[in-house]
């Protein structure tokens, strides 16, 4: 017998434990402990919650069946999304298994949304669904009915499962070509991938289908398809496609054109492919991954079924999704980078009020990832003297009054040190024709405040830098004279810059949630981070601690860490609520374009790698990481994208991370401007960043606001819906 106390004590620890640690407490408390309706009351959330993650593919069929028989036959019409109507005689607190017959026979009718504890989300597995339909009043046997099914004579079953229903219309790829087959394609060939709202072939790619849709469809909208391939394929011909509805009809599928080169994909290692961004007035509401295998021959090929790898799914709300997309800033530019047969390659959309202006792609003739890794090198030793005055050792980001003295002189010299890297930035891709005609039309086209919106694997350039004058910190004072440097010329002034990584999933469901949960900021302070010669309370933790309490008493807080095992729980075991996890702390990536060696250093001796994300426990508000990265012991342009990679795996939306070490002092007051940029949550965070940014650069003087990137994209709606969480 377990008493109340324990019983809560257990279910709070189950919660942060592996999914099959939690699958065993739940069978062994229900062994032991009588089942009472209190009882039931007590497990039916967390029991949701494990049939909420056997739903999304975290647990097999089996461990679903033993979940069904756990949870209350109230609860399971809830879950399942088919509403239970109970006799008024039935027992709703009993076990479901124990008036289902065979939850392991059950049929998946179709592929359906479901609504379910944040803490579960996973936005990259597609989600069964069984269907129920009511044949009678319940019988309730005296106890749980083994594997073996009921006597036929037995026909007061309360459910039983529905035939399978005949073929839906769905949104499918299929690939299509004499040498291809399923999801893989013969080198040295070529096939048409084709994107549709039909009936799908037994061959199709991914599909899903859902009733919900349908007045989705019926919208009218139109939803941009922009293709990237990897490995052994390329693209010829358009890369972008626009799939137009009209009266709930899909007018013509989308296709783009594979070609697979003379390699082919190692056996087991398949690592070609296309990636599919779905865009609605440039705002990316979905992304998928599609893994098509290059195979040596056609014998190869044959030996293959003829159905794709289960892996390969369409983004269930990819129209209700599009439907939420916010309204379209006036200019947005769309660019995507990606290798073209290893040359550096940018394309090129333009919108104007959400319809496009124009669309181009640029290809680089021999500058591959390596020549790009040379440039960032360069961009770093142009930076290495950035912070070399003393003033930076204190330097809180407020102007003396009168604005003289060191001061501004350092940030003078700061600000030439930062339009030297950038100059070289713009110099050094605009060697290439191809790249400079890139840059010419954005130069020329956008005018201040227009949205960039940029798609990227894993280059991340620091375009907020890029200074398109002329400029060299090795001149004299007479050419400085003749080429005065201009601060509104730096793009981080003139445009509200944002990136996307691709990857797979619902953007739109993660910024859905976001926007749902009222704003809350998980502070996380690295308690090493300290300099001399300033008073206990202009420390750079005491600061950060201050602004902590304020959101406190706003209610805004969910936490404050500040010791290495509490900030692990927060960011590996998803032990938060945080629409913002804050971070300070020291960074390095080594790797221009980041990598293995990606480090986040927490405390002394409490170093974060990426591979330390790896876990299945998804954030429950779909939070925004903030890197605000601190100077540690080098100065050096920082990337992280693989730990923007596993952020997004486990469910955050983006984040905001450094390209170059901050100043300790500036950091900690800086990071709370953003954060109170955030918590404003008005319009485009992108816009409202830039406007942060100018506020330093313009008024201030200051340049270090541009180290600043927003890796995400999230708007927010004029007037806060009422009902967040």
């Given at each position: 017998m377990i008493d109340d106390s324990l019983l809560k004590i257990l279910l709070k620890a189950a919660t942060s434990m592996p999914l099959a640690a939690q699958l065993a407490m739940l069978d062994d408390l229900t062994r032991i402990h009588p089942q009472g309706a209190a009882f039931w009351h007590r497990l039916e959330a967390w029991a949701l919650q494990l049939l909420a993650a056997w739903r999304v593919g975290l647990l097999d069929a089996e461990a679903g069946a033993r979940v069904l028989a756990q949870v209350p036959l109230r609860s399971v019409g809830e879950a399942l999304g088919t509403p239970v109507d109970e006799p008024a005689t039935s027992s709703v607190d009993e076990p479901a298994a124990r008036v289902i017959d065979e939850p392991a026979a059950l049929k998946v009718a179709d592929v359906v949304p479901f609504e379910f504890s944040p803490s579960l989300q996973h936005p990259i597995k597609s989600m069964p669904s069984i269907r129920f339909k009511q044949t009678g009043p319940p019988s309730v046997p005296s106890a749980v009915p083994s594997a073996a099914p009921p006597p036929a004579a037995a026909s007061d079953a309360m459910f039983e499962a529905v035939p399978e229903a005949e073929p839906q219309q769905a949104f499918h790829f299929v690939l299509r070509g004499e040498q291809a087959r399923g999801a893989a394609l013969r080198v040295d060939s070529s096939a048409t991938l084709s994107f549709n709202y039909a009936v799908p072939p037994d061959d199709a790619m991914a599909t899903v289908a859902h009733a919900a849709l349908d007045a989705a469809r019926h919208a009218d909208i139109d939803i941009t398809l922009q293709a990237t391939a990897r490995g052994g394929l390329a693209i010829s011909g358009e890369r972008i496609g626009v799939a137009q509805f009209r009266d709930g009809t899909m007018i013509t599928p989308v296709n783009f054109q594979l070609t697979a080169g003379a390699s082919c994909d190692a056996p087991?290692?398949?690592?070609?492919?296309?990636?599919?961004?779905?865009?609605?007035?440039g705002e990316s509401v979905h992304q998928v991954e599609l893994t098509i295998l290059v195979v040596a021959s056609a014998a190869e090929l044959d030996a293959l079924p003829p159905t794709a790898a289960p892996a390969n799914q369409v983004p269930l709300a990819l129209l209700g999704d599009a439907l939420s997309a916010p309204p379209p800033p006036e200019h947005r530019l769309h660019v995507s980078l990606s290798f073209d047969g290893g040359d550096f390659c940018i394309e090129l959309r333009h919108l104007r009020d959400g319809e496009v202006e124009s669309e181009d792609r640029f290809v680089s003739d021999g500058i591959d990832r390596g020549k790009l890794e040379a440039l960032m090198n360069g961009v770093r030793g142009e930076l290495e003297p950035c912070y070399e005055s003393k003033v930076w050792r204190t330097f809180d980001g407020r102007l003396p009054a009168p604005p003289t003295g060191p001061v501004p002189v350092a940030l003078g010299r700061t600000l030439a040190c930062v339009a030297a890297a950038g100059a070289l930035l713009n110099d050094s891709l605009r060697e290439d024709d191809a790249l400079a005609r890139a840059l010419d039309y954005i130069e020329a086209a956008l005018p201040q405040g227009s949205v960039i919106t940029i798609a990227t694997d894993d280059v991340f350039l620091p375009w907020e830098i890029l200074y398109p004058r002329e400029w060299s910190a090795g001149w004299t004072d007479e050419q400085k004279a003749a080429h005065p440097l201009d601060a509104s010329a730096f793009w981080g002034a003139r445009y509200a810059i944002e990136t996307v990584q691709r990857g797979s999933g619902s953007l739109g469901g993660l910024r859905k949630l976001q926007l749902e949960c009222s704003p809350k900021v998980s502070v996380n302070l690295n308690p090493s981070i300290d300099i001399d010669g300033v008073e206990a309370a202009d420390k750079p933790i005491a600061v950060q601690q201050a602004w902590a309490a304020r959101l406190g008493?706003?209610?805004?807080?969910?936490?404050?860490?500040?010791?290495?095992?509490?900030?692990?729980?927060?960011?590996?075991?998803?032990?938060?609520?945080?629409?913002?996890?804050?971070?300070?702390?020291?960074?390095?990536?080594?790797?221009?374009f980041g990598g293995k060696d990606e480090l986040l250093q927490l405390a002394e001796d409490c170093g974060l790698k990426p591979r330390d994300l790896q876990g299945d426990t998804a954030y429950r508000a779909a939070p925004i990481v903030f890197l605000n990265s601190c100077q540690s012991g080098a100065h050096s342009p920082l990337a992280f994208?693989?730990?923007?990679?596993?952020?997004?795996?486990?469910?955050?939306?983006?984040?905001?991370?450094?390209?170059?070490?901050?100043?300790?002092?500036?950091?900690?007051?800086?990071?709370?401007?953003?954060?109170?940029?955030?918590?404003?949550?008005?319009?485009?965070?992108?816009v409202a960043m830039h406007g942060l940014r100018r506020h330093h650069l313009l008024e201030r003087g200051n340049p270090v606001p541009l180290f600043y990137s927003l890796q995400c994209q999230l708007s927010f709606p004029p007037v806060r819906a009422a009902g967040g969480r």
């Open positions: 087991g290692q398949p690592t070609s492919g296309v990636h599919v961004d779905f865009l609605v007035k008493e706003q209610g805004r807080l969910d936490g404050l860490q500040a010791d290495c095992k509490a900030m692990r729980r927060v960011l590996q075991n998803a032990a938060n609520d945080a629409t913002l996890i804050y971070i300070y702390c020291h960074g390095n990536a080594a790797n221009p994208s693989t730990f923007l990679k596993e952020f997004r795996r486990r469910g955050a939306l983006g984040m905001i991370a450094t390209s170059h070490a901050i100043p300790i002092v500036f950091g900690a007051h800086f990071g709370a401007e953003v954060v109170d940029c955030y918590l404003r949550r008005s319009g485009s965070l992108a």
